[in-house]
Antibody, heavy 120, light 109 residues
Framework: EVQLVQSGEEVKKPGEPLKISCKAS????????IAWVRQMPGKGPEWMGI????????KYSPSFQGQVTILVDKSINTAYLQWSSLRASDTAMYYC?????????????WGQGALVTVSS | QTVVTQEPSLTVSPGGTVTLTCASS?????????PNWFQQKPGQAPRSLIY???NKHSWTPARFSGSLLGGKAALTLSGAQPEDEAEYYC?????????FGGGTKLTVL
């Protein structure tokens, strides 16, 4: 059974760093892209970028390029989304999802989401 | 900036048929945009229903179908059930970028 299990809720202050995780199981982790998707309160999802665990190739949405870093540790089947300095506007739910068929494919399995709240 | 537009809200009667559409600010949506459709219920992650315009997953109810209609991507629900009440998002691919639509809130009433 394909599962993506994300790390828990985070409450942070502006300027703090953060790294959230997404642990995959039930399939060959290195063969499928993992995407990160932001969903701000009451809004639609936004595709942030993807990483291919096999070789760590990444592609970012222009809106998120330079704002976040997508990483992977294939030895433990885990992908990460990282901020060096959070802003209040980063407050959102963040989902990881398996991106099959490459960037033109689909997001077939999703994590449960990680709520990030950034507030002073 | 490219914008993907959906109807903000639609209502369908139980057992009825409704079509949701997905338009691109760049022009007509074709198969090369690889349209996807997702369903999201409150407190849940989005769930993929349709990919590459018409393709279904093993879990996609047969009453959902995808197509291209009048220059837009379309999701048709035939025989609406109460459990289909949800937010629906389309997704389009643009030469290396992936953009979600703003969503359609579907009410089954």
């Amino acid at each position: 059974e394909v599962q993506l299990v994300q790390s828990g809720e985070e409450v942070k202050k502006p300027g703090e760093p953060l790294k959230i995780s997404c642990k995959a199981s039930g399939y060959s982790f290195t063969n499928y892209w993992i995407a990160w998707v932001r969903q701000m309160p009451g809004k639609g999802p936004e595709w942030m970028g993807i990483i291919f665990p096999g070789d760590s190739e990444t592609k970012y949405s222009p809106s998120f390029q330079g704002q976040v870093t997508i990483l992977v540790d294939k030895s433990i089947n885990t992908a990460y989304l990282q901020w060096s300095s959070l802003r209040a506007s980063d407050t959102a739910m963040y989902y990881c999802a398996r991106h099959i068929g490459g960037i033109t494919g689909t997001l077939d399995f999703w994590g449960q989401g990680a709520l990030v709240t950034v507030s002073s | 900036q490219t914008v993907v537009t959906q109807e903000p809200s639609l209502t369908v009667s139980p057992g009825g048929t409704v079509t949701l559409t997905c338009a691109s600010s760049t022009g007509a949506v074709t198969s090369v945009y690889f349209p996807n459709w997702f369903q999201q219920k409150p407190g849940q992650a989005p769930r993929s229903l349709i990919y590459s315009t018409t393709n279904k997953h093993s879990w996609t109810p047969a009453r959902f179908s995808g197509s291209l209609l009048g220059g837009k991507a379309a999701l048709t629900l035939s025989g609406a059930q109460p459990e289909d009440e949800a937010e629906y998002y389309c997704l389009l691919y643009y030469d290396g970028a992936v953009i979600f639509g703003g969503g359609t809130k579907l009410t089954v009433l």
